[in-house]
């Protein structure tokens, strides 16, 4: 044991480091995972502390990766966790156009934006948490099955893409705006802030916390997993050698 240590020492850093992130590879993912779900929150704490360039890093680093519309975003230091679309354009301007809305970051009356949206936040944050899971639980964790994962994931899809289609028709003006299937369904039973607009409590919003987390939980415990037992199989001596 001491032997294989001693030669993992003498090779050269190249190899070591491969060395290195094949035993810790999850460890570092997990790290990774860490960093990429908190850094949007960073930005609207760099907003009220006056850091401002950060702050726009922040944004259009993750600009490239969510529609990051304010009407379904987290907003900090404001009087409440999200804003409507008319408290949007009443603040910001009276536009439908996504390109322009995206462009609020908010001001200091109603809060500074996360970097990205609800559904983004619970996604990541779900498969953070799940990488931590699996790190702790690695060696006793089977893969879920594929049938489990894509179940999982599948809601994900469906709301997602109802979104979408819905906002074909123009961003308040689809039927996921008002979900009056929805009303009709359940014989308007709830309040009527639940089915209409995508407040944080509401349908809308719900549906994309509930199904985000279920897709990051999908990903976490079947391919973290997964990707762990063939890094097992590979180099089954690593685990051994690395807590030798």
């Known amino acids: 044991m001491n032997t294989t240590r001693t030669l993992t020492t003498a090779a050269p850093w190249p190899r070591r480091s491969l060395i290195w992130l094949r035993r810790h590879w999850l460890g ?23 850091w401002v360039r950060p702050a726009e890093w922040i944004y259009l680093l993750y600009s490239t990766q969510c529609h990051q519309l304010p009407e379904r975003s987290f907003f900090l230091f404001g009087p409440r966790p999200m804003l409507s679309l008319q408290e949007v354009q009443d603040v910001w301007r009276s536009t439908l156009n996504p390109f322009i809305l995206r462009q609020f970051i908010g001001n200091p009356e109603v809060g500074w934006k996360v970097a990205w949206s609800d559904r983004m936040v619970a996604l990541y944050t779900s498969l953070f948490v799940s990488s931590v899971v699996v790190r702790f639980l690695r060696r006793g964790l089977r893969p879920l099955p594929i049938w489990a994962a894509v179940l999982l994931a599948l809601p994900m899809v469906l709301d997602g893409g109802t979104h979408f289609v819905s906002d074909l028709a123009g ?14 369904l359940t014989g308007n039973v709830l309040p009527a802030a639940f089915y209409a607009g995508d407040a944080l409590g509401s349908f809308n919003s719900w549906m994309r916390l509930i199904t985000g987390a279920l897709f990051g939980i999908s990903i976490g415990f079947w391919a973290l997993p997964y990707l762990e037992s063939l890094s097992r199989a590979a180099h089954p001596g690593a685990a051994t050698v690395s807590r030798s």
């Open 28 to 50: 570092a993912l997990t790290v990774i995972l860490g960093l990429y779900a908190g850094l949007p929150w960073l930005a609207p704490i760099f907003m009220q502390l006056g």
């Open 171 to 184: 961003l308040g003006q689809g039927f996921r705006d008002t979900n009056a299937w929805l009303a009709a």
